[in-house]
């Protein structure tokens, strides 16, 4: 079905997916999403939607609660005992947060990338290996690791110390390695939380070039503080602000403009946009 | 600007002179009670040390001149013997002691990990229940042996588990004695893998249960085993607590873990030897203090190594 797009990425993505939104095949659509710590809103009033086989781009400043956005949609939130969300979260138009729904399971179709690299302390190999033999699919498990591991751009980096301890890769190694390991279990969508922050430009461009490469087959929602790496990998993109009630005391996150990535770079229809992209503040 | 300062550059240049000068005086004079304040406190501390070590010292050479006559082969081979000092050892007692710990570790290993996992891993620290059963935890292992003895005679001699005083009750109450060591030293090990590592594992679509299994356990084993290691050679240091479920002093046959017959142990024999008045029974009692040390230095010794060497570092 993604095959009439163009392999070659010289178009910027940005163009290609300006597609009708009637056309756009939605993988989670949210509805007035609010998550809540021990009784208190990190986000509230949340409602996008986000399209299949697109990089879509969460920015804001610092605790405007992208990264809570983003752990609610494969329900890393669970992991926190205090956490609760409210509003209804849509994943193929199927509730996410619906009863008899189970976190692993969702967990095993939208896979996640985290801030910091965090290889297990194990070897390449099982890294890479690790969710398959979870999910107990044994066989073929060579070709898996090697298909992942091309996937993820590392394979001719590696193939000739697959023993070796991950701990020895570099940064930018390590977290192309947990890319790899996460397109390993053949998720559908893979969450990227701030992937980049902690690595140089250069690891930056090869993970920049690599989601771009991945979208045709995953859908992909990234968070990031670097507004141009938004612009040059996303479709779409979302900005979320801080908003506190009138006393000053509470605040929380909250979408404030969501559109097609070009859209929001040139010509936010919101002010607050504008100043952010602009960077008079943040 | 140029103006002003044109006019006070001389009060500058005083000022400047100033500051150097009591620059000099701070670095050059050290106040003679600050020096000598040091002296004596580094003096202290090292005193403190030395008290600590020349305790050691003091035992071993005590130990080696008293024993190392008695320092043969016949010593581990030999049952104990009232008649023969020359040819009395400690086999009864060394076979006690090597089932006893056998027991301890198949005890507390499950159920110390076990404890630790739920805890850890589990249990929701925000609730009161668990933030009791974890003081009550330290408290445990803070309780005195002999307290486990009169533990162990009431419910697992006699009482609700009626076992008698046979080995595997020893085994028990040492078990038991020793089980809050090894939930404590085991829970630091859980706590010293990262969140990160959890978090990637579940993000993969591990269960919990795959990503303690596959993931947290292994890169805590150094640490648990070295937790389990120095627990179980306190086990065989104690004493108190053994002869309260049956340890008796004197066996000269080869005990078995539920043998009616009575069992012995290394401390106990020991001390059996020590309050008798004759000399040889004294070289006895200090050879096996001597075999003692020995096997718990090499044990601690060995735990050290293994947290240095396996230890995952993140």
């Known amino acids: 079905m993604l095959t009439e797009q163009a392999p070659k990425i010289e178009v910027r993505p940005e163009f290609q997916s300006s597609a009708p939104e009637a056309a756009r095949e939605k993988v989670f659509e949210l509805r007035d999403i609010e998550v809540l710590y021990s009784g208190v809103s990190a986000v509230k009033g949340i409602s996008m939607e986000i399209g299949r086989n697109e990089v879509t781009a969460m920015i804001g400043p610092s605790g405007c609660g992208k990264s809570t956005l983003l752990r609610c949609l494969n329900r890393m939130n669970d992991l926190i005992p205090t956490a609760e969300v409210k509003g209804e979260l849509l994943y193929h138009g199927e509730d996410l947060y619906g009863s ?157 403009e969501y559109d097609v990535t070009q859209q929001i770079f040139t010509n936010p229809s919101d002010k607050r946009t504008e100043d952010y992209v602009s960077g008079k503040v943040g | ?92 007692a060394i076979i006690g002691s090597l089932q006893l710990i056998a027991g301890v570790m198949l005890f507390v290993v499950p159920v110390g990990i076990g404890a630790a996992i739920y805890l850890e891993e589990y249990a929701d620290g925000s609730r009161w229940w668990n933030r009791l059963i974890e003081i009550n935890i330290q408290n445990l292992a803070a309780v005195p042996s002999i307290i486990y003895g009169i533990l162990g005679l009431a419910f697992i001699v006699r009482g609700p588990m009626d076992l008698g005083f046979i080995l595997a009750a020893g085994s028990l109450t040492l078990a038991l004695l020793v089980l809050p060591m090894v939930i404590i030293a085991s829970r630091e090990a859980l706590r010293a893998v990262p969140d990160s590592i959890r978090q990637g594992s579940l993000a993969l679509g591990a269960t919990q249960w795959q990503t303690i299994r596959t993931q947290v356990l292994p890169a805590s084993v150094p640490g648990i085993a070295t937790g389990v290691i120095l627990a179980v050679s306190r086990a065989i240091g104690e004493t108190a607590p053994l002869l309260l479920v049956g340890a008796t002093v004197f066996v000269t046959f080869d005990p078995t873990p539920f043998g009616s017959d009575g069992y012995s142990a290394m401390p106990v024999q020991i001390f059996n030897y020590a309050l008798r008045p004759q000399e040889e029974f004294q070289a006895l009692a200090a050879a096996g203090i001597i075999v003692m040390l020995v096997v718990l230095l090499a044990m601690n010794s060995f735990a050290i190594w293994l947290r240095n060497r396996y230890e995952q570092r993140w």
């Open chain 2, 1 to 92: 600007m140029s103006a002003a300062s044109g006019a006070s550059a001389p009060r500058n240049r005083l000022a400047v002179a100033g500051a150097r000068s009591t620059t000099e005086a701070m670095l050059r004079n050290q106040p003679r009670g600050d020096v000598i304040r040091n002296a004596i406190f580094a003096g202290l501390l090292l005193l403190a040390v030395c008290i600590a070590l020349a305790g050691l010292l003091a035992l071993l050479i005590q130990a080696f001149a008293k024993g190392s006559s008695a320092l043969t082969l016949d010593l581990i081979t030999n049952p104990p013997s009232t008649a023969f000092p020359d040819k009395a050892g400690y086999r009864p």
């Open chain 1, 100 to 256: 008899g729904v189970d976190p692993v399971q969702v967990r095993k179709l939208i896979g996640m990338v985290f801030q910091k690299p965090n290889p297990f302390p194990k070897s390449i190999y099982d890294n890479v290996a690790f969710g398959p033999r979870i999910l107990g699919r044994k066989e073929g498990l060579d070709e898996v690791v090697e298909k992942a591991l091309r996937g993820a751009a590392l394979w001719h980096e590696v193939k000739d110390r697959l023993k070796d301890n991950a701990f020895g890769l570099s940064g930018g190694q390590q977290q192309r390695l947990c890319i790899a390991r996460c397109i390993a279990v053949k998720p559908d969508v893979i969450l990227m939380d701030e992937p980049c922050s902690a690595l140089d430009p250069i690891s930056t461009g090869k993970i920049e070039d690599l989601m771009i490469e991945l979208k045709n087959q995953f859908s992909i929602v990234i968070v990031t503080h670097n507004m141009q790496q938004a612009a040059r990998v996303s479709d779409r993109t979302a900005f979320l602000m801080t908003e506190l009630d009138a006393t000053e005391h509470t605040r929380w996150g909250r979408l404030v």
